[in-house]
């Protein structure tokens, strides 16, 4: 075969298959653009599982009517502008290709009205050829995508799609895990038309108290033990449980506010909890690490799941003993944590 360029929409396809891999992946991309454009009310809708149809709504920023269509396109971004922004990313996105990702995979519209910007306008993307439709829609200040029949024209991945009761938790879990990095926003959850999840803005100490009960349950939030350390521009806030939990459900971990599963910090965590849980017993904590952001690379891994420290000795050692003077603490009469 000669060597030729792929069409856009194949190349969009390939790259999907890095991040999209379920609806969940779906909503976790487009909430994240949601919080990178500002909005503090965050509305989910999904029908079956995500599988016939996502819609995320936002009070964001908004796309301008002349940027529609580029929001789109591959590698189309408004979050770095040269190699210098990327090393020291402070949005959530920054690769230019969910929008694109998600589009040559489903049918999706954008709908979205800049404040400035007197009307709302529609990209309508058919997930064809790229080929984007604009037309004028009815749309408050902020953004909407709405996702409908996610890998219809990609049979291999739609086969892979569980049943929409998994897929559904799968969902929840993203929303979990973004209601616990923003307490600053108002997110909801809705499945086939039923309102399953409610996370009021949380502004006050006992109302993000609230949200970590409602995310983590009543139990943990009660007998958590608080971490808060700070040392050479690190810092390391949150909770942890010491009642040993039978799965690794309950595992929040953020950088810079982003949610990770990063193999170091996992193993750091382990080593403090050595001998303070059973062997087979997972930890539960929802922990907060802070450092400047020039210190981590986030752009190892498509979906951002994984980060490399650039003193990744001195963050394991700072988890490790941040946790193991919280553990070694004398059980204080326990305050609800507090949150920076
Ligand atoms: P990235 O987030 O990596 O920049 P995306 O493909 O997710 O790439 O989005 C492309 C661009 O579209 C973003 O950089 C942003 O300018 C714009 N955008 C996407 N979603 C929203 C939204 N909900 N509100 C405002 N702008 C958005
Ligand atoms: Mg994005």
Same mark, same amino acid.
């Given at each position: @075969?000669?060597?030729?360029? !792929? %069409?856009?929409?194949?190349?969009?396809?390939?790259?999907?298959?890095?991040?999209?891999?379920?609806?969940?992946?779906?909503?976790?991309?487009?909430?994240?653009?949601?919080?990178?454009?500002?909005?503090?009310?965050?509305?989910?809708?999904?029908?079956?599982?995500?599988?016939?149809?996502?819609?995320?709504?936002?009070?964001?920023?908004?796309?301008?009517? *002349?940027?529609?269509?580029?929001?789109?396109?591959?590698?189309?971004?408004?979050?770095?502008?040269?190699?210098?922004?990327? /090393?020291?990313?402070?949005?959530?996105?920054?690769?230019?290709?969910?929008?694109?990702?998600?589009?040559?995979?489903?049918?999706?519209?954008?709908?979205?009205?800049?404040?400035? *910007?007197?009307?709302?306008?529609?990209?309508?993307?058919?997930?064809?050829? @790229?080929?984007?439709?604009?037309?004028?829609?009815?749309?408050?200040?902020?953004?909407?995508?709405?996702?409908?029949?996610?890998? #219809?024209?990609? %049979?291999?991945?739609?086969?892979? !799609?569980?049943?929409?009761?998994?897929?559904?938790?799968?969902?929840?879990?993203?929303?979990?895990?973004?209601?616990?990095?923003?307490?600053?926003?108002? #997110?909801?959850?809705?499945?086939?038309?039923?309102?399953?999840?409610?996370?009021?803005?949380?502004?006050?100490?006992?109302?993000?108290?609230?949200?970590?009960?409602?995310?983590?349950?009543?139990? #943990?939030?009660?007998?958590?033990?608080?971490?808060?350390?700070?040392?050479?521009?690190?810092?390391?806030?949150?909770?942890?449980?010491?009642?040993?939990?039978?799965?690794?459900?309950?595992?929040?971990?953020?950088?810079?506010?982003? @949610? @990770?599963?990063?193999?170091?910090?996992?193993?750091?965590?382990?080593?403090? &909890?050595?001998?303070?849980? %059973?062997?087979?017993?997972?930890?539960?904590?929802? !922990?907060?690490?802070?450092?400047?952001?020039? /210190?981590?690379?986030?752009?190892?891994?498509?979906?951002?799941?994984?980060?490399? &420290?650039?003193?990744?000795?001195?963050?394991?050692? #700072?988890?490790?003993?941040?946790?193991?003077?919280?553990?070694?603490?004398?059980?204080?009469?326990?305050?609800?944590?507090?949150?920076?």
């Amino acid at each position: @075969m000669p060597i030729q360029i !792929l %069409p856009a929409q194949l190349a969009n396809q390939i790259a999907a298959g890095e991040v999209v891999e379920r609806p969940a992946s779906v909503i976790k991309e487009l909430v994240e653009n949601s919080l990178d454009a500002g909005a503090d009310r965050i509305e989910v809708e999904v029908d079956k599982g995500g599988h016939k149809r996502i819609l995320i709504r936002d009070n964001g920023s908004g796309i301008g009517k *002349q940027e529609l269509t580029l929001a789109l396109s591959r590698h189309a971004t408004s979050k770095i502008h040269c190699l210098d922004d990327l /090393e020291q990313i402070i949005s959530l996105g920054f690769r230019g290709e969910a929008l694109a990702s998600i589009s040559s995979v489903s049918r999706l519209t954008l709908t979205s009205k800049p404040q400035a *910007q007197p009307e709302a306008w529609q990209a309508i993307a058919e997930g064809r050829d @790229m080929r984007v439709r604009l037309i004028p829609a009815a749309h408050p200040d902020g953004t909407s995508v709405e996702v409908l029949d996610l890998f #219809f024209n990609t %049979p291999a991945r739609r086969k892979f !799609l569980r049943t929409e009761k998994t897929e559904f938790q799968h969902i929840d879990e993203v929303i979990r895990r973004i209601a616990l990095s923003r307490f600053d926003t108002a #997110f909801s959850l809705k499945h086939n038309g039923k309102l399953l999840r409610q996370y009021p803005k949380a502004a006050s100490q006992a109302a993000r108290q609230k949200r970590v009960a409602l995310v983590c349950g009543q139990g #943990f939030a009660q007998q958590a033990l608080t971490i808060s350390s700070e040392l050479q521009g690190l810092s390391l806030h949150g909770w942890l449980s010491l009642e040993p939990a039978s799965q690794p459900d309950q595992q929040y971990f953020y950088v810079n506010g982003r @949610m @990770m599963r990063d193999k170091l910090i996992h193993h750091a965590i382990r080593q403090a &909890f050595e001998g303070w849980l %059973p062997q087979e017993a997972h930890p539960a904590f929802v !922990l907060y690490l802070t450092l400047d952001a020039r /210190e981590v690379d986030v752009n190892v891994h498509p979906a951002k799941h994984e980060v490399r &420290f650039h003193q990744a000795r001195l963050v394991h050692d #700072f988890i490790f003993r941040a946790l193991q003077d919280a553990l070694e603490q004398p059980a204080p009469e326990q305050t609800p944590a507090t949150l920076s």
